[in-house]
């Protein structure tokens, strides 16, 4: 499906298809209102988000828990996009609901009603089949739950998880006893001066692998991400959209993106973690065009394409030499 | 002194030596705290800052007005940097002054004084062999005063300025008409919004360049700078700086080596701007390493040569095909 322009030796091929790629998060109903307008009970998640971003590149494992309330239009579409739901439960009871209200600048969010629901019993249980996955994303729930997972999950070749100030200052000892299993962990910027206790984004990055992973992803939303590992730094702009229509599951649709792409090459080099990061902006990028995950719907790989090469364009400046 | 490592005909050759660059703005003596530390009385003003800046890759010509207190060691550093002072004015009277507390985390700043000082009376005023610099640089000042500017400049090229809320609530007219007749207008994000009245950068930059200026440059501190000018959109990314000791004048420092890098080759071509944001960046990067501009006096072009290097890298990723 995708092949490189030249040659590398830092990227397997995709030949043998794309690794196995699982992710355990939550799927859910939300209500939300931005300045573009409104809308009830549509689908959301960080899991929803994730496996239809990703399912662009490889198609995902979701482990996850709907109630009987659960729309079957909603499964349709993860099943059209190629999410294996094995690990979706649908228990009796109400599926997770989320209600939020956007400030019209979008610099600002409201969360205005979370009713847990089926969720607050979630414990994940993988499929037999799912223990061996080759990439795993822990999306952001509690880091018990986190935990749990890893425990399932036989020798996984790359861990990516997210958090969020909730469990940063309420289960920080779970937390901090995940960041020690994970190699990548993806925060916003707030999340990561109050994990690090550092003002400053570098320094913030480098007291955060010390803590385990060894990479970091910190989103920025509308200034782009910026990466640290061993191979240094990677700062990848946000796609500039005028029309900025329901910024809801930016962030996990730049994790699906991000892992999408590594499952698919199956490489964890750097060169493919600085592609992923593209990739993963591009999702993003594409995500807050319309409500929910209406974008996806119509969304192809052409249309991918278009916007990987306009960020490429997007950064591009010659090099020029000083002397 | 700059050659390029790859043929382009966008870039004219620098081989007959850097074009005319005109600055006007302030040059004063700023009190400054950090959380890394204390400094007083020491050089400051947007002047200063751009014409060191721009001096390594163009040599400036500075307009700008100082009282008889200005110590001669700051003469003599404009001097060294081979910045023209035959339009700096010394003239009775103190020396334009400033004063400001950083927070800790670098987010916001608190001017604590400001004594305009000789600087309520500057009129700017070119010297004759000077009307006919084809690169001008507005620094933030009264508008009144940069459209007195540009009505003694015979034809330049190509002229940037800068502004501020205080100029763009208190003296929006004379704003409007000097962004009539100007190319490139810098600003920051906050700047952007208030004078557009859009919270979104991208259409905050359309409704900006409506105003006048064919080109818009949004800065964004540590999350970098975009342009917006005809040939689309570019992002350039700020260097990330882990032990930042003084932001004061970044953005002037990023408007020196901008505009310091169009004088320098005389082109205006979309790469050569693109370059120019780079540069802009990279002196930038560099200010903020110390108080003052104490960081530019032991600069060289080697440092900047790497720097902008490490800016190629920063953003660097493999350009795939995706079928």
Same mark, same amino acid.
């Given at each position: ?8 030796? @830092? &990227? ?7 690794? %196995?790629? !699982?992710?355990?998060?939550? /799927?859910?109903? +939300?209500? $939300? ?80 009603? @979370? &009713? ?7 414990? %994940?249980? !993988?499929?037999?089949?799912? /223990?061996?996955? +080759?990439? $795993? ?187």
């Amino acid at each position: 499906m995708i092949t490189k322009t030249q040659a590398s030796s @830092t &990227q397997t091929s995709g030949a043998a298809g794309p690794h %196995p790629l !699982l992710v355990v998060g939550s /799927v859910g109903l +939300d209500d $939300v209102e931005t300045r573009a307008g409104k809308r009830t009970g549509v689908l959301g998640g960080a899991a929803s988000y994730f496996s239809v971003a990703a399912s662009f590149l490889a198609p995902p494992r979701m482990v996850a828990v709907v109630g009987d309330d659960f729309p079957a239009a909603h499964t349709a579409l993860f099943e059209r996009h190629g999410v294996d739901l094995a690990g979706l439960e649908r228990v009796p009871g109400k599926t997770f609901r989320w209600s939020g209200v956007y400030a019209a600048d979008f610099l600002t969010r409201t969360t205005l009603d @979370t &009713q847990l629901n089926v969720f607050s019993d979630f414990r %994940p249980k !993988l499929p037999p089949a799912w /223990v061996a996955s +080759d990439f $795993v994303f822990l999306a952001n729930i509690d880091p018990t739950l986190q935990l749990g997972v890893l425990e399932q999950a036989q020798k996984p070749r790359f861990v990516a998880c997210d958090t969020m100030n909730f469990w940063i200052s309420g289960k920080r000892p779970e937390l901090l006893r995940l960041l020690g299993r994970v190699d990548m962990l993806l925060l916003n910027d707030e999340e990561a001066r109050q994990l690090s206790g550092e003002a400053n984004l570098p320094a913030a990055a480098r007291a955060i692998r010390a803590l385990g992973p060894s990479a970091v992803v910190i989103k920025r939303g509308d200034a782009g991400a910026l990466l640290f590992h061993e191979a240094g730094v990677f700062a990848a702009p946000a796609f500039p959209i005028e029309n900025v229509v329901d910024p809801t599951g930016a962030g996990d649709s730049f994790a699906g993106g991000f892992m999408g792409w590594l499952a698919h090459t199956g490489s964890t080099a750097p060169a493919s973690i600085r592609t992923a990061m593209i990739l993963g902006s591009t999702l993003a990028s594409f995500a807050v065009e319309d409500f929910s995950l209406d974008r996806f719907r119509t969304l192809d790989l052409g249309q991918i394409r278009e916007r990987f090469a306009a960020f490429a364009d997007l950064v591009h400046f010659e090099k020029i030499r000083i002397d």
